[in-house]
């Protein structure tokens, strides 16, 4: 399975972005799907996860009540709304794949033993 996060650009501050990640070579239905950032010169960060069935979502706190995860398995493609950003939202945004277990985002929080990394995609927010 290949991912490709999509979507990043420049927005000003207590702006919304939406964020893509489409996969090709394989179905994203068995797996739950995380989103990751990077700032420069900063360790990377999990941002929030959503459940194989779209039936749960988990956001880490500094991201929670300002984005939104969902998925379309139709459309092979998963997510990630973006509301009220800061300057300090400015990262590489990347999504993942994992098929560990069901509500398990584990591997999401510490970024790693996850199954499939998207490319990340820009997201810059000016002040």
């Known amino acids: 399975v290949q991912l490709q996060a999509s979507g990043g650009g420049l927005v000003q501050a207590g702006g919304s972005l939406t964020l893509s990640c489409a996969a090709s070579?394989?179905?994203?239905?068995?797996?739950?799907m995380g989103w990751l950032r990077q700032a420069p010169g900063k360790e990377r960060e999990f941002v929030g996860a959503?459940?194989?069935?779209?039936?749960?979502?988990y956001y880490s706190n500094p991201m929670k009540g300002r984005v939104t995860i969902s998925r379309d398995d139709a459309k092979n493609t998963v997510y990630l709304q973006m509301d009220r950003l800061r300057p300090r939202d400015t990262a590489v945004y990347y999504c993942?794949?994992?098929?560990?277990?069901?509500?398990?985002?584990?591997?999401?929080?510490?970024?790693?033993?996850?199954?499939?990394w998207g490319k990340g995609t820009q997201v810059t927010v000016s002040s």
């Open positions: 993942a794949a994992d098929s560990t277990g069901v509500y398990y985002y584990s591997n999401f929080e510490r970024g790693s033993g996850l199954d499939y």
């Open positions: 070579g394989g179905t994203l239905s068995n797996y739950n």
């Open positions: 959503i459940s194989w069935s779209g039936g749960h979502q």
